[in-house]
């Protein structure tokens, strides 16, 4: 029996919307420029938008301040995406001086 959020539970759901992801961008594409991609998407760490954990969770990495940016980056235990969002924030804000702007 599967349970919501179970690990096969979600793999299964997960393999099905590949194949529907995979089926329709391969008529659009062709399905060897569509394999190409996910395999790029899947092999780079993902740029977040909004912090999902602490005292900022819900916040966009835009508008968290600069000393819990400077304190995120010295941690060593950021999975993959974390460690790259923060380092790409801290860059930005810490090292450029600069506030993000969204138009």
Same mark, same amino acid.
């Given at each position: 029996?599967?349970?919501? #959020?179970?690990?096969?539970?979600?793999? @299964?759901?997960?393999? /099905?919307?590949?194949?529907?992801?995979?089926? /329709?961008?391969?008529?659009?594409?062709?399905?060897?420029?569509?394999?190409?991609?996910?395999? =790029?998407?899947?092999?780079?760490?993902? !740029? @977040?938008?909004?912090? &999902?954990?602490?005292? #900022?969770?819900?916040?966009?990495?835009?508008?968290?301040?600069?000393? &819990?940016?400077?304190?995120?980056?010295?941690?060593?235990? !950021? =999975?993959?995406?974390?460690?790259?969002?923060?380092? #790409?924030? &801290?860059?930005?804000?810490?090292? !450029?001086?600069?506030?993000?702007?969204?138009?």
């Amino acid at each position: 029996m599967l349970r919501a #959020h179970d690990a096969l539970g979600d793999a @299964l759901v997960l393999e /099905k919307l590949f194949e529907r992801l995979f089926v /329709k961008m391969s008529k659009s594409i062709g399905p060897a420029v569509v394999e190409n991609r996910m395999m =790029d998407i899947s092999n780079n760490p993902v !740029l @977040l938008s909004r912090m &999902y954990f602490g005292e #900022h969770k819900g916040k966009f990495f835009r508008d968290i301040p600069k000393d &819990y940016l400077q304190w995120l980056s010295g941690k060593d235990d !950021l =999975d993959e995406d974390m460690r790259f969002t923060v380092g #790409h924030y &801290y860059f930005i804000i810490i090292c !450029l001086g600069t506030k993000i702007e969204v138009s």
